[in-house]
């Protein structure tokens, strides 16, 4: 019963009466969102739409692609919309990120599951990022180590992809990750910018037609959009407790087709746990204390979304 509300969705939200069109896309209102969702407050004022109801609030910018559900930061698909004075929000965000987020428990895809596949960026000839007191791939190892630990005192499985310092190509990673069922996947990387850069943000696969964070618009289903859904409900998981337990800048949760998240046949997620371009990051993240502290928040987010999403 619970399984078949994922498909009624899709229906309903064409059904919708509050809706428009725009650039050959289709929106929801303001309001018919806060009635999907059951919120019991709707504020529009100033361009800024927000809904509240006794356990979620959620808030957007006219002509912004930013939404926060509690004070869970995400990137949407597509800006909300302003038009004649109402605010819309597009089809793509309604139905693969406010509904997934809102209601985990009805993501069909997100089977029980007790293996979780730990992939360490990089390795080998490939440095990945080069901070100044070490490497990417030195400290996506070690992190995946100490979340393997964590894990399995938790009673999960755990896999690494690579578990010392060996090259793997982005395809190999995932070949070998879908050759486990009942499982999740979890890549580590550290970041890299010019500018320094600052904070932690975490990736899902982008759904069909919609633009990726880095690179463009494509309409091509790849078999990890199978799982949009349970994607994006990890990602929030991960990302939300990473920020309440180690602080710092919130990048959020966003969207790419990253390789390694493209082809895979389970829920999977691309973690950036900080800067190694930032002086003040790259001494925390070369931190044992500090990598043992975010294996913590990465392992409570798997416990939370495992939790919600089999809770049915
Ligand atoms: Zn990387």
């Known amino acids: 019963m619970v399984a078949l509300l994922q498909v009624s969705l899709i229906t309903d939200l064409q059904a919708a009466s509050e809706k428009t069109t725009h650039a050959g896309r289709t929106y929801y209102s303001a309001q018919w969102v806060k009635n999907y969702f ?20 959620l808030a957007a910018s006219s002509g912004s692609q930013t939404l926060y559900l509690n004070r869970v930061k995400f990137t949407m ?8 004075g109402t605010y819309y929000f597009s089809h793509v965000d309604a139905a693969k990120l406010i509904h997934p987020v809102l209601k985990p428990g009805n993501i069909r895809q997100a089977k029980p599951f007790s293996t979780v596949i730990v992939d360490a960026g990089h390795g080998g000839h490939d440095s990945g990022s080069v901070g100044p007191y070490g490497t ?3 400290y996506t190892l070690a992190l995946a180590h100490k979340l393997k630990r964590q894990l399995e005192a938790k009673g999960f499985k755990v896999i690494l992809t690579r578990p010392g310092d060996a090259f793997l190509s982005l395809q190999q990673r995932v070949a070998f990750a879908n050759k486990y ?17 600052a904070g932690i943000e975490t990736f899902a696969l982008s759904p069909p037609d919609s633009s990726s964070t880095m690179g463009g618009y494509s309409t091509t289903q790849f078999s990890g959009n199978r799982l949009d859904a349970a994607n994006i409900a990890l990602a929030t998981a991960i990302q939300a407790f990473s920020i309440k337990q180690l602080g ?27 800067f190694l371009s930032n002086r003040a990051e790259a001494r925390k993240i070369h931190s044992n204390l ?22 049915r």
């Open 136 to 138: 990417e791939k030195q």
């Open 38 to 57: 059951h919120f019991t407050g709707l504020s529009t004022a100033k361009g800024r739409v927000t809904m509240t109801s006794p356990k979620v609030r």
């Open 290 to 311: 500090y990598l043992e502290k975010m294996a913590t928040s990465i392992t409570t987010g798997i416990v939370k979304y495992r939790a919600e999403t089999t809770s």
């Open 77 to 84: 698909s597509y800006p909300l919309l302003s038009k004649e």
């Open 181 to 197: 069922s009942n499982a999740i996947f979890v890549s580590l990387h550290f970041n890299w910018a010019a500018s320094g850069g």
């Open 248 to 274: 710092g800048v919130d990048r959020g949760i966003k969207r790419a087709r990253f390789a390694v998240l493209k082809g895979l046949q389970m829920p999977g997620i691309l973690f950036e746990g900080g």
